[in-house]
T-cell receptor, first 114, second 117 residues
Framework: EAQVTQNPRYLITVTGKKLTVTCSQN?????MSWYRQDPGLGLRQIYY???????DKGDVPEGYKVSRKEKRNFPLILESPSPNQTSLYFC?????????????FGDGTRLSIL | AQKVTQAQTEISVVEKEDVTLDCVYE???????LFWYKQPPSGELVFLIR??????QNEISGRYSWNFQKSTSSFNFTITASQVVDSAVYFC??????????????FGSGTRLSIRP
């Protein structure tokens, strides 16, 4: 089954404790992206990757890191999480670099930073 | 800069009523793409439709229809004879064709639709 898989689905942690949210897709998609969803703000793009070893900032990249060493994986790293990063996070992928292609989303990761 | 505005934060209607969700966008691109996604209470995001800027033909899919008007920069979504299963948050999104705007997808803030039995 074609899917985008995120882990963990839920995480409660404390300020400053490094964490990684994994994202993996099995569709051989070139493009992957991370979003955070906050009430009243919709989805905001954190980082995206056009292909392996090619990543760039979205609209809200501060406090986050990403890497794209393999085509299928695009982990989101919070080196020193803070309470303002408490949010619902989505990973997404699409076939290629064209803007007309819809994205496939993971089921989301709910992070609570205390 | 690209922008998507969904001015309706929440809408509540009684089942079987028709309801229209508004989406207004801003972009400098001459070619661009508009999307609607649905987020049901279970939380996942589901793609509904894509519209190209050069195709202003309206689209109907069962009870769903989409009205794209370039002159008013709007891409509105209408549900006819709404059902409880339509209750969800709906997002409108914009993407461009150029290298920069194709990679940055802009979402509206979403409209929460509640259908009462």
């Amino acid at each position: 089954e074609a899917q985008v898989t995120q882990n963990p689905r839920y995480l409660i942690t404390v300020t400053g404790k490094k964490l990684t949210v994994t994202c993996s897709q099995n569709m051989n998609h070139e493009y992957m992206s991370w979003y955070r969803q906050d009430p009243g703000l919709g989805l905001r793009q954190i980082y995206y990757s056009m292909n392996v070893e090619v990543t760039d900032k979205g609209d809200v990249p501060e406090g986050y890191k990403v890497s794209r060493k393999e085509k299928r994986n695009f982990p989101l790293i919070l080196e020193s999480p803070s309470p303002n990063q408490t949010s619902l996070y989505f990973c997404a992928s699409r076939l290629g670099q064209r803007g007309d292609q819809p994205q496939h989303f993971g089921d989301g990761t709910r992070l609570s930073i205390l | 800069a690209q922008k998507v505005t969904q001015a309706q934060t929440e809408i509540s209607v009684v089942e079987k009523e028709d309801v229209t969700l508004d989406c207004v966008y801003e972009t400098r691109d001459t070619t661009y793409y508009l999307f609607w996604y649905k987020q049901p209470p279970s939380g996942e995001l589901v793609f509904l439709i894509r519209r190209n800027s050069f195709d202003e033909q309206n689209e109907i899919s069962g009870r769903y229809s989409w009205n794209f008007q370039k002159s008013t920069s709007s891409f509105n979504f209408t549900i006819t004879a709404s059902q409880v299963v339509d209750s969800a948050v709906y997002f409108c999104a914009l993407s461009g064709r150029s290298k920069g705007s194709a990679s940055k997808i802009i979402f509206g803030s979403g409209t929460r639709l509640s259908i009462r039995p």
